[in-house]
């Protein structure tokens, strides 16, 4: 198995992916997701098996803050470790940058995998704004 940076040309095989193993909505077009890329150069990560994306996390750098999204662990390989490895290797590398503080928004029911993966729930809010027609709950 083999991490290694997101590209650009790796868009449609990302697309496929997560359309399988997770969800895409109009947030996942080209246009963001290379946006996304050329503000965070190198930060985002995925893992392949055989020359097959098996996991994914995006992660970004406000300057302050460090983010993560689109953890996503092929259904195949779930419960091996392959999502807490790529969020402690997203992590440092956002450590790195300087983030002191990563926030992550996750469903409660995954609460859990992410407090095992060293995050704490806190009395925080989440709360959003958003102009795309993805019902963000």
Same mark, same amino acid.
């Given at each position: 198995?083999? &991490? ?6 790796? *868009? ?6 997560? =359309?399988?193993? *997770?969800?895409?909505?109009? /947030? ?9 890329? !050329?503000? +965070? ?6 893992? !392949?098996?055989? +020359? $097959? ?10 300057? =302050? =803050?460090? &983010?993560?999204?689109? /953890? ?5 390989? @779930? =419960? @091996?470790?392959?999502? +807490? ?6 992590? $440092?590398?956002? !450590? $790195?940058?300087? #983030?002191? &503080? ?5 469903? #409660?029911? +995954? ?19 958003? @102009? ?6």
């Amino acid at each position: 198995m083999t &991490y290694r940076s997101i590209k650009l040309t790796d *868009y449609q095989n990302l697309i496929d992916f997560w =359309r399988e193993n *997770y969800f895409v909505n109009e /947030l996942d077009d080209i246009k963001h997701f290379k946006l996304f890329l !050329e503000k +965070n150069p190198d930060l985002s990560l995925l893992l !392949e098996d055989r +020359n $097959k994306i098996i996991g994914t996390i995006l992660a970004s750098f406000d300057g =302050r =803050r460090g &983010y993560l999204q689109k /953890l996503v662990v092929d259904k195949k390989y @779930r =419960r @091996r470790g392959i999502g +807490n490895k790529l969020i402690d290797k997203a992590v $440092k590398k956002l !450590e $790195k940058l300087g #983030a002191l &503080y990563i926030p992550i928004s996750c469903e #409660a029911k +995954n609460l859990p995998f992410f407090e095992k993966s060293g995050f704490k729930e806190t009395d925080r809010v989440t709360v959003s704004k958003s @102009r795309s027609t993805y019902p963000i709950k």
